[in-house]
């Protein structure tokens, strides 16, 4: 899998938009990228992925640079329920065999 | 509700005991993944079956074994425990060929395994 780098923590005030960035420099042209989160106590949960086009769906929005070297996770008016761990993956060969990082820990506050 | 369902939910062991964790898939879903996640860090792979087969594992001794069954379902087997054992034991399931490139996993809630 390629190599992603995601900063540990964040904060967002409830009702505004949480941008999550993640790095994947050494993407190649044929890996996707995911994004999982996981709320405490519970399994991952599958958000998002894209391979060069920006993706949205109700979850979330998924902006990948032209170079694919990095994207952005958004959710665009975030709630406490957000609050979670999020888990940016760009698996090698198929999508069923993850490696997951340390992702980067979201708390939304009022 | 991911369909993903998990038993047991929590169990204590002692070291060198067995465990045996189990998981049922989604309906329609012939691959079924196993991740293992320690305290404070992410999910990691541990093995993948489809259609009865292991197909795919990560870095784990022999002593993490595996079985899936006709209906897909699937069990986690972990000999000679060890206290670095202690662990959530997730299961994903996921529909179609197993390899496919794209597609969301569905995880369950998870087993914590705790060995003392």
């Known amino acids: 899998d390629a190599k992603t780098t995601q900063p540990p923590s964040m904060d967002c005030a409830e009702g505004r938009a949480a941008n999550l960035p993640c790095n994947h420099s050494?993407?190649?042209?044929?890996?996707?990228v995911y994004w999982y989160r996981q709320i405490h106590s519970q399994g991952p949960q599958y958000i998002i992925h894209?391979?060069?086009n920006n993706e949205t769906n109700e979850m979330a929005s998924l902006i990948i640079t032209e170079d694919r070297k990095s994207s952005t996770l958004i959710l665009p008016h975030a709630t406490l329920r957000d609050t979670a761990v999020y888990y940016c993956?760009?698996?090698?060969?198929?999508?069923?065999?993850?490696?997951f990082g340390t992702g980067t820990r979201l708390q939304v506050t009022l | 509700e991911t369909g993903v369902t998990q038993s047991p939910t929590h169990l204590i062991k002692t070291r060198g005991q067995q465990v045996t964790l189990r998981c049922s898939s989604q309906?329609?879903?012939?691959?079924v993944s196993w991740y293992q996640q320690a305290l404070g860090q992410g999910p990691q792979f541990i093995f993948q079956?489809?259609?009865?087969?292991?197909?795919g594992r990560g870095n784990f001794p022999p002593r993490f074994s595996g079985l899936q069954f006709p209906n897909y379902s699937s069990e986690l087997n972990v000999n000679a425990l060890e206290l670095d054992d202690s662990a959530l034991y997730l299961c994903?399931?996921?529909?179609?060929?197993?390899?496919?490139?794209?597609?969301?996993?569905?995880f369950g809630e998870g087993s914590r395994l705790t060995v003392l």
């Open positions: 994903a399931s996921s529909p179609g060929r197993s390899g496919s490139h794209t597609g969301e996993l569905f």
């Open positions: 050494t993407i190649s042209g044929n890996e996707y």
């Open positions: 894209g391979l060069k």
């Open positions: 993956i760009a698996p090698t060969g198929t999508a069923s065999k993850l490696t």
């Open positions: 309906s329609g879903h012939n691959t």
């Open positions: 079956y489809y259609r009865e087969e292991e197909n």
